[in-house]
């Protein structure tokens, strides 16, 4: 699978390289464009069968990247799913999660690409503060840039089902 995805992100022109900022400030010498991925039916149908296939339960989203991959794989999965916002709305219900969530239900977290880990801690701890029990959280793309020990500094699994280093191999 992993192969069989790789070459469907890199025929999706979803790996840049040249100079890029990203979005917590660093800069990278490459870019994984998730919106050419997540808008690309293979790489979607793909991802979403590989995330159904390492869960069980209820998914979460992290609003706004997330949400294709999390409503492909609740598809695929035949499996509810949430979406957790960057922050409370200040309209309409207020709320910071959206979707049906029981306290104490056991959800997953679905995530496009992992950098710092900094924006799955966040949505994690916005779910357990709704009463939810997370304790993993699934990327597309891990970049190896401390994300997998950062989660894991706060009880947090990630499971990626590609590397920047399988990513990058030979470019």
């Known amino acids: 699978m992993p192969r069989e995805l790789l070459a ?14 990203l979005s917590h400030g660093g800069t990278s010498d490459y870019y994984v464009d998730k919106y050419l991925f997540e808008t690309d039916p293979r790489c979607l149908r793909l991802i979403a069968d590989a995330f159904a296939e390492r869960t069980d339960g209820k ?3 992290v609003a706004l990247g997330a949400v294709p991959l999390v409503a492909a794989t609740s598809v695929a999965a035949d499996a509810p799913y949430v979406i957790v ?3 409370t709305k200040d309209y309409g219900t207020g709320n910071r999660i959206e979707g049906r969530l029981t306290d104490g239900e056991e959800v997953v977290v679905i995530e496009d690409i992992a950098t710092t880990g900094q924006s799955a801690v966040d949505a994690v701890e916005a779910l357990r503060e709704a009463g939810a029990v997370v304790n993993r ?4 793309v891990d970049r190896e840039e401390g994300a997998r020990e950062h989660l894991a500094d706060h009880g947090i699994e990630l499971k990626a089902l590609l590397t920047a280093s399988e990513l990058l ?3």
């Open 59 to 61: 998914l979460a989203g």
């Open 169 to 171: 191999a030979d470019r």
């Open 137 to 140: 959280v699934l990327v597309v």
């Open 8 to 21: 469907a992100l890199r025929a999706a022109d979803a790996v840049r390289f040249g100079e890029f900022e």
């Open 85 to 87: 916002r960057k922050k």
